[in-house]
């Protein structure tokens, strides 16, 4: 036995784990922060501890809402667990785990860094990475499905069916639309697809249509506006997570912001370079420590541009309908993630 | 009768939806970029913030005194009668009770409570009252920690009032009595 690596790998998993709630908290401040701002309002600016004056700045930051995921999080932490009468319990308990663990469970294979030393900045350098993502995203709507069951309500009823036809519509054309990067790259391991983007620049130049087709997915992926049917709060009281309240529902809520985090982490990964940057000697593996603190930066900074343009996307876009989803789900981006996988094969096999 | 709805016919480039995306994120930005940097927020901070309240608006009904620092009211009861949730209780001095301060009324209330809780800031009572003794202010925002502290008793109610008078219906009576002695009426 390694104890070696058994001891840095839970190291990682600890800090990555760690730094995705804290992105997660802090996403949902962003959400209502960026919502308030394009809707000409404030946002959250009160939340402060008692000792706020003795912190330099608190005030600033209490504009910010800086404390304000804590006060959240306390506040669904001490909340009452109601459980309904009329839900089936075993399912009801079981659904918001298996909504969350696929969620937490993807970031495990993305290479958030080079290496700081000798440690490779990924928890589990896979060379099936992609696969592995894929298997354990689509996981992730079982949750959703098995709440809109478990609840024993019409509503969250609705919200599940539409999750897992909305799923199947654009998890195919999610993975069609990797292909074309596979193809280029000739590898499903994440970190050799970013070796390959530092040497011959970043993907998003190949495959454009790919991303496009990879950042719409992943919104319909997310549950996000404009896809955001199975949790539709106009059409289906609040769609799946009606029933729950307190814990249960914070953690569908922690299941929804870190599988945001996921897909703006494979975003970054795919078709942005990950944690390189083509300028100022970032773009190879790092030799010291500042440069391996400076990649896990610039990874996260790339992947907070995604998160923000997830949530301003929210606050922009109504909802798409039922049949429009569909529609272009099967009818356009299927068909075009096909001819985009047929034109980059016949391409590359002119090249060589 | 089926009714056609004439749809109009997107072109190619309407049909990506590319443009209405743009547009958006344009219009978006832009508010983000006035709340953000431009200070443009409709909403008002409300505490530290308020509205500049309109003349005549009807707020909590407080008891006013007169110039010479007496209490108007005459402990007549007619607010009382007309409060439509029974808001105001009112306790006459009683027949050897303490006289009114002010030289030209016979009487005082012994005690006058208002409920806070109860009270739909209707403007009965100032309307109904012949000494013009009860105002409605500028007060809408009455807080306490219990439902007693929200009962008003007559001391509380006249140092919330203050002296002034505000509308003076008696004035406005005299001088609508006045434009109708002569022909037309004007007022």
């Known amino acids: ?352 | 009768m089926p009714v056609v709805v004439n749809r109009k016919v997107l072109t190619f480039w309407e049909k990506l939806y590319l443009p209405a995306i743009v547009g958006g994120l344009k219009v978006t930005l832009k508010h983000a970029y006035n709340t953000l940097f431009l200070g443009k927020v409709v909403t008002m901070e409300y505490p530290e913030q308020k509205w500049t309240l309109p003349t005549g608006y009807r707020g909590a009904p407080y008891l006013v005194k007169d110039q010479d620092n007496n209490t108007k009211c005459v402990s007549c009861q007619l607010c009382e009668f007309v409060c439509p949730p029974k808001a105001i209780r009112i306790t006459p001095p009683g027949q050897n009770g303490q006289k009114a301060d002010r030289t030209n009324a016979e009487k005082m209330p012994a005690e006058f409570e208002i409920n806070m809780l109860r009270c739909i800031f209707c403007g009965f009572c100032q309307e109904v009252c012949p000494e013009e003794a009860i105002f409605l202010q500028q007060d809408y925002s009455l807080t306490g920690l219990s439902r007693s502290e929200m009962i008003y008793n007559k001391e509380k109610l006249l140092s919330l009032g203050g002296e002034v008078g505000g509308i003076q219906k008696w004035k406005l009576k005299l001088d609508e009595a006045k434009a109708q002695e002569s022909f037309p009426v004007k007022l």
């Open chain 1, 1 to 352: 036995m390694d104890w070696n690596f058994i001891i840095f790998s839970l190291v990682k998993i600890a800090v990555v784990v760690g730094v995705v709630q804290g992105i997660v908290a802090y996403s949902v401040l962003a959400e209502r922060k960026i919502s308030a701002w394009i809707q000409d309002r404030v946002g959250p600016n009160r939340t402060a501890p008692p000792f706020v004056k003795y912190i330099p700045g608190g005030q600033f930051l209490t504009r910010l809402g800086i404390f304000q995921p804590l006060a959240d999080g306390l506040k669904f932490l001490v909340k009452e667990d109601f459980t309904p009468a009329g839900v089936k319990k075993i399912y009801f308990f079981l659904a918001p785990a298996v909504s969350v663990i696929p969620a937490m469970l993807t970031v495990a294979v993305i290479p958030f860094g080079s290496n700081i030393g000798a440690q490779k900045m990924v928890i589990a350098d896979l060379n099936v990475g992609i696969l592995y993502t894929f298997g354990i995203v689509s996981m992730g709507v079982y949750g959703i499905v098995l709440a809109g069951y478990a609840a024993n309500s019409k509503y969250p009823m609705f919200g599940g069916i539409r999750s897992s036809a909305q799923m199947i519509s654009y998890e195919i054309s999610m993975g069609m639309s990797v292909i074309p990067v596979l193809l280029i790259v000739g590898n499903l391991n994440l970190s050799q697809i970013i070796g390959w983007q530092a040497t011959n620049g970043w993907m998003v130049v190949y495959a454009p249509i790919s991303f496009i087709i990879f950042m719409v997915a992943s919104f319909a992926e997310t549950n996000r506006t404009p896809f955001d049917l199975p949790e539709a709060e106009t059409e289906l009281v609040g769609g799946y997570h009606t029933e729950y309240g307190s814990m249960k529902f914070a953690l569908f809520f922690l299941a929804e912001y870190s599988n945001m985090v996921s897909s703006s982490a494979m975003m970054v990964t795919l078709f942005f370079g990950g944690w390189t940057l083509p300028f100022w000697g970032l773009d190879h593996a790092a030799t010291s420590l500042g440069m391996g603190i400076a990649h896990i930066l610039v990874f996260i900074a790339k992947m907070l541009f995604f998160m923000v343009v997830f949530i301003w996307v929210r606050w922009m876009f109504p909802r798409f309908r039922y049949d429009q989803l569909m529609d272009l789900g099967w009818r356009r981006f299927l068909p075009l993630a096909l001819v985009n996988i047929l034109i980059t094969a016949v391409w590359l096999w002119m090249r060589s």
